[in-house]
């Protein structure tokens, strides 16, 4: 089991910035890939950048150039470095998980609880 916390979120401005973290405590196997997804009022989860256990990287192109997504395995902790927001950048965000060899998957994740972003113009 893994458990995941996230934290960082608040209000911020356009054109601001934030940065994000989600911890991971449990079986830390289970956290080969893990990613960030958002979701808005009214709108599907998307995943907005996602990063194996080799640090590959992959941005969704809204946010790409403008978000950076790392990872500290030592800690145990992922991270999202968001800059230049925008007002659609509004959503809940939320870290997962996957083992190697199920990265990505629909189903055998594991997900955090969520952290607000507001970002007004």
């Known amino acids: 089991q893994v458990q995941l916390v996230e934290s960082g979120g608040g209000s911020v401005q356009a054109g601001g910035s934030l940065s994000l973290s989600c911890a991971a405590s449990?079986?830390?196997?289970?956290?080969?890939?893990m990613a960030w997804f958002r979701q808005a009022p009214g709108k599907e989860r998307e995943g907005v950048t996602f990063?194996?256990?080799?640090?590959?990287?992959f941005y969704a192109n809204s946010v790409k150039g403008r978000f950076t997504i790392s990872r500290d395995n030592a800690k145990n902790t992922l991270y999202l470095q968001m800059t230049s927001l925008k007002p659609e950048d509004t959503a809940m965000y939320y870290c997962?998980?996957?083992?190697?060899?199920?990265?990505?998957?629909?189903?055998?994740?594991?997900w955090g609880q969520g952290t607000q972003v507001t970002v007004s113009s």
């Open positions: 997962a998980s996957w083992p190697r060899g199920a990265c990505y998957s629909d189903r055998g994740g594991y």
């Open positions: 449990g079986y830390t196997y289970s956290t080969y890939c």
């Open positions: 990063i194996d256990g080799d640090g590959t990287a």
